[in-house]
């Protein structure tokens, strides 16, 4: 092995439970050891062992049960969310026909499941536009809004992958009363080609990207182990007009989610 | 007010304390009030007002001492960090001459503040690369690298707004032997400037972006509070031979740090 000596050791150890949990050593719904064996076959101190322990929850890999130990937990579904290459995909894909929008949507090109593998939740509700939802918009406060909550999830868990509320401003897209009727979800081809619908192309999103704490709501839904961070991204799309026509609040778990964004530089000599 | 009464009570209370603490109602160094008194004077549980404490305290607003109570924290530097423009900024400044160099840089273009206000920290170190950063380099295992810790704190601050692991292959840079040195730096025009040097010109930068607790370390360094998250980043450069030249881990307090991508998509119509 490879010396790695500025690594703690507590760390050094979860990655070797890591290994063992990845490669089936250590099988899903195991007890794991208790932290006196860890800390005697690891040579580590308590504190260590227990560093290490956390490290291993954060990383959504064991769970811990009140007063009864801690578990391999089954692997869950993993998202690498490319969101460059994504917006462009979901910009053409709203000139396509009705069958072909109806084949695959954007869960499926982050995860790599099919439509088959995916149950989806839509909920709909006219909001009026509080302090922050009007300056990201630049509408006045109080102004009416569509409101979309979405989540999808995998069929073999019962946790979200990940949670949005999705904002539009109401009088835009009433102009399209197939917008406001949750019932049309998930609608094929998804938001850019609902705008599309009504006469909106967007030139650009913008994504802003927060780390913090679960809200004990969002723990709970997610299925998160206390201690583990949520990905926090604020998604604003504005149209060729330079308006702002959509603001999306997505909230992912952070112990299996990854956002990807690719910057293509010019050259310095052409 | 706009009711807003999808959102829980608590946050709605943390919501008024931070207007509080924004607007100078509560100073900087003064007790919060206590959980009784919150808990009367807001109508709410104390389950509810400890949230709302809970929260304050991952905002970084308040921080609190054992036994002692809760205090309203100094306000920190934010970093707003505009990756998608900072990289064409700084691949475009690379070509400029030394004094143009000299005078700003990536975190002066992050957080408004200039040379002056701030204190930089490098440590370069040789490390053979582990199977991650083999990995990652697309080179074999125990292939030597360059690791190049970096901080940056504004002089106002004890805490650095950031911590980077940025690695480069060892023999790629010891072309040019001022590479190897870390009394260089701050380099003037930053590592894209440091490649130009041994003629590399960088294609694309790919971002991983992702959320997770602190470290024990990283939680002391960067003087977060318990239960505060980090995004993590991994920035891999890529030069115009589809080679990885740089991978560095960059790790940003959640509690006063935005990543911002910027997506233009191409037009339906031409």
Known sequence: MIPRDWRPRYL???????????SGKLVQGAAMPSETELAESSGLSRTSVRNAIRQLREWGLVRAEQGRGTYVRAPRQRIR??????????????LLDEGQRRKTGGTEHDTGLTVDDLKFHAEYAQVPADDDMANAFDLPTGTLLLRRLYWTSSRHESAPLSVSYSYLPYDLVAANPELLD????????GTQHQLFTVGVELARIVDEVRARPPSPDEAELLDIEPGVSVLALRKTSIDITDRVVEVADIVFPGDRTELVYTTDLKRWTT
Do not use: F, M, S
């Not at 460059?84 to 995909?89: A, C, F, I, L, M």
């Open 182 to 189: 949750a019932e049309n979800e998930p609608w094929p081809g």
């Open 81 to 94: 969310r490319h969101n460059t290459e994504r917006y462009q995909w979901e910009k053409d894909r709203a």
């Open 12 to 22: 050094q150890l979860a990655e070797e439970l890591r290994a063992q949990i990845v």
